[in-house]
């Protein structure tokens, strides 16, 4: 499986930019980028995923580079809502039997501050 | 459309004891998976269930183990539970598990053994 790596932790002030990055040097041409977040012992939640192109819906904005090693995860006006463990994910597309299973690493906390 | 949903949400059991947790995926999905997260582990990968069948599994002992029901919900259970079974167990859905799909998470199963 592709590993991913991330900074532990990483604080924020409310209403400003949250960039999140995220190392994936050894993923494959097929594997997708996912973000998923977990606040508190809840379930993890999606937020985005990408390929290769940027990626923009209403939560958030993914940055790949050209190389696919490494990505950006923008959350633009971040609120004390957003304070979670972020996760960048790649995803294992299992080609014998179709599937697929999702390999978390240990995650970036995100404190938003006032 | 109704989220994934998880009963029970919390559950008490003592050692040697077995116990049966239960996913509601999201109406149209096809495919279900486990997950256990542990403080120490974090987020692992149990088993995924597609057409009533297991099509994955992920590293963990014959203790714990799965079914699908025709309607897409799906149950798993672990039995002579150990204190290490003590864990937050997820269920995620997704339409068919393919190559494109979002796997999205219940709330989760709060399992504490004594």
């Known amino acids: 499986d592709a590993k991913t790596t991330q900074p532990p932790s990483m604080d924020c002030a409310e209403g400003r930019a949250a960039n999140l990055p995220c190392n994936h040097s050894t993923i494959s041409g097929n594997e997708y980028v996912y973000w998923y977040r977990q606040i508190h012992s809840q379930g993890p939640q999606y937020i985005i995923h990408?390929?290769?192109n940027n990626e923009t819906n209403e939560m958030a904005s993914l940055i790949i580079t050209e190389d696919r090693k490494s990505s950006t995860l923008i959350l633009p006006h971040a609120t004390l809502r957003d304070t979670a463990v972020y996760y960048c994910?790649?995803?294992?597309?299992?080609?014998?039997?179709?599937?697929?299973?999702?390999?978390f690493g240990t995650g970036t906390q995100l404190k938003v501050e006032l | 459309k109704a989220g994934v949903t998880q009963t029970p949400r919390y559950l008490i059991k003592t050692r040697g004891q077995q116990v049966t947790l239960s996913c509601s995926p999201i109406?149209?999905?096809?495919?279900v998976s486990w997950y256990q997260q542990t403080p120490g582990q974090g987020l692992q990968f149990l088993f995924e269930y597609f057409s009533e069948t297991q099509r994955n599994k992920g590293n963990f002992p014959g203790r714990f183990s799965g079914r699908q029901f025709s309607n897409s919900r799906s149950e798993m259970n672990v039995s002579t539970l150990e204190l290490g079974d003590s864990a937050l167990y997820l269920c995620?859905?997704?339409?068919?598990?393919?190559?494109?799909?979002?796997?999205?998470f219940g709330p989760g199963t709060r399992l504490t053994v004594l």
């Open positions: 990408g390929l290769k």
């Open positions: 995620a859905s997704s339409l068919s598990g393919g190559s494109t799909d979002t796997q999205y």
């Open positions: 109406s149209g999905h096809r495919s």
């Open positions: 994910i790649v995803r294992v597309f299992i080609l014998t039997g179709g599937g697929n299973k999702l390999t």
